[in-house]
């Protein structure tokens, strides 16, 4: 599948928009892609934010491809680059709906690296909400 052209310039709320659809529609290197833009642009106090979401992605990348070490360390990573939000969660980022969703996924995957059998994540299925229900 083709990658998604880089260094589109977007609002945050497109780019939010845009990598949620490309994330249920089990598409989430694209929504990577997507979301890294986001993070190069983005000014000092949010560079985070979206790298930490970018991150997110890409672990839903490797858990669907059935790396659950990779996936797992790639999602505590990005949540952990989401919590200093969370007492004030720009553009409606679901910062606690999105680091329990990593936190269980992380677990899932490393039951499985330890032996669990997880297997191959489907990414659709899987897909978190990268914005709170308004």
Do not use: C, I
């Amino acid at each position: 599948m083709e990658r998604q052209p880089e260094g589109v310039a977007r609002t945050p709320d497109e780019s939010l928009a845009e990598a949620q659809r490309l994330l249920d529609a089990g598409m989430p290197f694209h929504a990577h892609e997507v979301l890294e833009d986001a993070w190069k642009a983005a000014g000092e106090g949010e560079r985070e934010l979206w790298r930490g979401l970018a991150q997110l992605a890409v672990g839903l990348t490797h858990a669907a491809r059935g790396n659950a070490t990779g996936g797992a360390a790639l999602l505590e990573r990005g949540a952990a680059a989401l919590v200093p939000y969370a007492g004030d969660p720009p553009y409606g980022v679901d910062v606690a709906g999105l680091t329990a969703w990593a936190a269980g996924l992380a677990g899932r995957l490393t039951g499985a690296a330890g032996g669990g059998a997880a297997g191959a994540v489907p990414a659709a299925a899987a897909a978190p909400r990268l914005r709170a229900a308004r």
